[in-house]
């Protein structure tokens, strides 16, 4: 990771910046690996659609997504709400609000606003892969998801303020969960 830098009596949050390969399934999941660079350190990414309460009027490719960014190294997992749009080609980002949906899911992103727990996360597709191309990936890089009808997004990923090894990360996690 990234060192953070102390900059007018201020920390710089870490940035992981790479390439993700995501695996969007028909049932709105999502399962992937980030790879950062250049250390080639692999992350793997799964998220899970959260359901919306009422009606939400951000246009039927829009939804929101619990992503759990986790360390194969160490074994810890970050959970982070963010909101991705997109059918085929997803572009993920941060939320601000969560109107609509249930209270702890209001309530992970409220908490998120927390300087010491905010995790960002951008992707945005730039190679799309389906069908047979699909499965090929997949049987390469994520062999469990061949067959399962997924389409395959590649691209830029950034990830900021990340910190599996800090000690108030505990304090974080343990509120996300």
Not at 64 to 83: C, Q, W
Not at 93 to 110: I, L, P, R, S, Y
Request: glycine share 8%.
């Amino acid at each position: 990771m990234d060192d953070e830098v102390e900059k007018e009596g201020k920390r710089k949050k870490a940035t992981m910046e790479g390439v993700a390969s995501l695996a969007l399934l028909p049932n709105g999941s999502i399962s992937g690996h980030f790879i950062h660079l250049p250390h080639s350190i692999c992350y793997g990414l799964h998220g899970t659609e959260l359901e919306c309460e009422r009606e939400c009027s951000h246009g039927e490719d829009y939804r929101l997504i619990k992503l759990s960014i986790t360390d194969y190294n160490s074994k810890k997992e970050r959970n982070v709400v963010v909101e991705c749009r997109g059918h085929d080609a997803a572009k993920i980002c941060n939320t601000d609000h969560a109107h609509g949906w249930q209270k702890d899911v209001v309530g992970m992103v409220e908490e998120k606003k927390h300087e010491k727990c905010k995790v960002s996360v951008t992707f945005e597709c730039e190679t799309l892969k389906s069908d047979k191309a699909a499965e090929d990936h997949l049987s390469k890089f994520m062999p469990k998801l061949v067959g399962m009808d997924a389409v395959v997004n590649i691209g830029p990923m950034t990830i900021t303020g990340l910190d599996f090894d800090a000690e108030t990360e505990h304090e974080c996690t343990e509120q996300n969960d």
